[in-house]
């Protein structure tokens, strides 16, 4: 497979202080990729460097062959790049239809272009076709989560990275999360790295993760390897 991302010597933090160092991982195309660690451990802080929502203080990130390190978010967004952030990831008092529409008017696609996009989402996800016109305040958490995801989605992203898919969600909408990872992958072709600290689920759906431990890559491996650590639980 093509490499589509890769970060070298990657440090980032915020005002004085430097969350992630010496941070190296790569993303082939079509891979879905776990990123697993302790909280405060620095996994938001490496998804907000490559999205350029904050800076990289050195080293290198690479995307699709082109160095995009010092970009900005709306240029990656336009190069297909799409963070699903763990908080404020919809518009509360719009409708899901207006979110969706609202979302897929970022790229510079034609309008028929993005009413395919936005079709996509809603045949991926049902249950919000189903409530198109209902405010996206008034959605259950999975719901909710569902239609994050499908903000980023109708940018028909390469590369899509999920920040704690799984966070306040029951353990049965926990795995439908984690199925809709796997059809999107399918589907799609999409690259998917997701944070997660529910170990189980990310390994369930991702062929190789990385540990993040105090701000550092303390393993790289495949999730079959790692599974089988019994230090991990402790690691994390």
Known sequence: ????????????????????????LHLDAGEIVAM?????????????AIVGLIAARTGTIVFAGENVTSRNPAWKVRAGISLVPQ?????????????????AQVTSRASGQRMVAIAGVYDLFPALRERAQQKAKSLSGG???????????????????????????????????????????????????VVEQNVHEAFRVAKRAYVIHSGGVLAAETTEVLAKRDDLLAIL
């Open 143 to 193: 719901q909710r989560q569902m239609l994050a995801i499908g903000l980023a989605l109708v940018k028909q992203p390469r590369l899509l990275l999920l920040d704690e898919p799984s966070l306040g969600l029951s353990p049965m909408l926990v795995s439908r999360v984690f199925d809709s990872i796997l059809e999107i992958n399918r589907a799609f072709g999409t690259t998917v790295l």
């Open 1 to 24: 497979m093509a490499e589509l991302l890769s970060i070298t010597s990657l440090s980032a933090g915020y005002g004085r202080a430097t969350m992630v160092r010496d941070i190296a």
């Open 36 to 48: 697993v660690g302790h909280n405060g451990a620095g996994k938001s802080t490496i998804l907000k």
């Open 87 to 103: 908080t404020g990831n919809t518009f509360p008092d719009m409708s899901i239809a207006e979110n969706l529409e609202l979302s």
